[in-house]
């Protein structure tokens, strides 16, 4: 069984086989989390998605499924799910209260829209690269029309495979308002082959008030 398989028997809501799903597994989905591999079975039950001509991507330490509506990337560690993130429609998870705190917004990237150093990401080839940036800008570029002032995507996650290529982002956001929201959200994008086809699936991230502070 490959790590596609088991993305599929979970898309599914089936549990994969051969301990496909590591006991601690970690899912990200909308703004919570859920850990374990008995939550996250639980989870996918409720809310399975159809992947009926989905593009599937795999690699040796990752593996996603992008449909049309829901997406699925993962981490892998000998052909297991180790961590994993869900984005796009039937989120059933409330939006964990949260303090924000002082971070490294660069994540140590490079600086614009977005951007990444190539060594960061040792699965992803030179022309996979190009191609899912380009998808990437033109998401930020989409959410800036929208309305926000600021927009900046970081690639969490990135790999190539001979289907084609993925990534993960997380997406900040920062409203054009007299009193300033701020938003987060993930998007995963995928690109079958030679990059005509590219699939970019996101989710809204509800606002919290950003009062900056001297």
């Not at 997380?170 to 308002?177: H, K, M, R, T």
Request: hydrophobic share 45%; charged share 25%; proline share 3%.
């Amino acid at each position: 069984m490959s790590a596609l398989d088991h993305l599929h028997a979970l898309a599914r809501g089936d549990a994969p086989a051969h301990d496909g799903l590591l006991a601690n597994t970690r899912c990200a989905w909308g703004r919570g989390a859920i850990v374990g591999e008995e939550a996250i079975l639980a989870a996918f039950c409720q809310r399975p998605f159809a992947f009926d001509g989905a593009l599937g991507l795999e690699c040796q330490q990752s593996a996603a499924l992008v449909g049309d509506e829901d997406a699925l990337i993962a981490d892998v560690y000998d052909g297991r799910i180790g961590r994993l993130w869900r984005v796009g429609r039937g989120v059933i998870l409330p939006a964990e209260s949260a303090v924000d705190v002082a971070f490294d917004a660069d994540l140590r990237q490079q600086r614009g829209t977005v951007d990444f150093r190539a060594e960061d990401h040792p699965q992803l080839d030179r022309a996979g690269a190009e191609r899912l940036l380009t998808a990437a800008r033109s998401h930020v570029d989409d959410v800036r029309r929208a309305g926000m002032l600021r927009v900046r995507a970081f690639v969490l996650r990135a790999f190539s495979a001979s289907e084609g290529c993925a990534a993960l982002l997380a997406v900040f956001s920062l409203s054009n308002e007299t009193s300033r929201s701020a938003s987060f959200s993930y998007a995963i994008v995928g690109i079958a082959g030679s990059g005509d086809t590219v699939r970019l699936i996101s989710e809204e991230s509800p606002p919290s008030i950003w009062k900056p502070r001297l």
